[in-house]
Nanobody
């Protein structure tokens, strides 16, 4: 079992930056998990932002995140991060951290993740 808790969201002006953090806890080994960040805007489906494999040497980004967002992890601290730069109002959404116990592949789809945080609001003003 894994519990995930996001932090670092809030209100930022267009062009600004935010760093989201996700703390993992529970009776599990964090380094066995592929991790991801998703987002969901009102009336829209949940979509991948970025994912990272168990040791951080493979990542995948949504097209809108490439060049602006960076996912990283610290297995010693059971943390995964999402650095978001050059934010724009279209990035406004609830951002969710997710995890799945695998070292065999890099999960990228909603259905491939077993554990989810509650999400945190990110609002970008114009």
């Amino acid at each position: 079992q894994m519990q995930l808790e996001e932090s670092g969201g809030g209100l930022v002006q267009a062009g600004g930056s935010l760093r989201l953090s996700c703390a993992a806890s529970g009776r599990t080994t964090f380094s066995y998990y592929g991790m991801g960040w998703f987002r969901q805007a009102p009336g829209k489906e949940r979509e991948l932002v970025a994912s990272i494999n168990w040791n951080g040497d493979r990542t995948s980004y949504a097209h809108f995140a490439e060049g602006r967002f960076t996912i990283s992890r610290d297995n010693a601290q059971n943390m995964v991060y999402l650095q978001m730069d050059t934010l724009n109002p279209d990035d406004t959404a609830i951002y969710l951290c997710a995890g799945h116990p695998t070292r065999a592949f890099l999960p990228t789809q909603v259905s491939q993740f077993s554990y989810w945080g509650r999400g945190i609001q990110v609002t970008v003003s114009s």
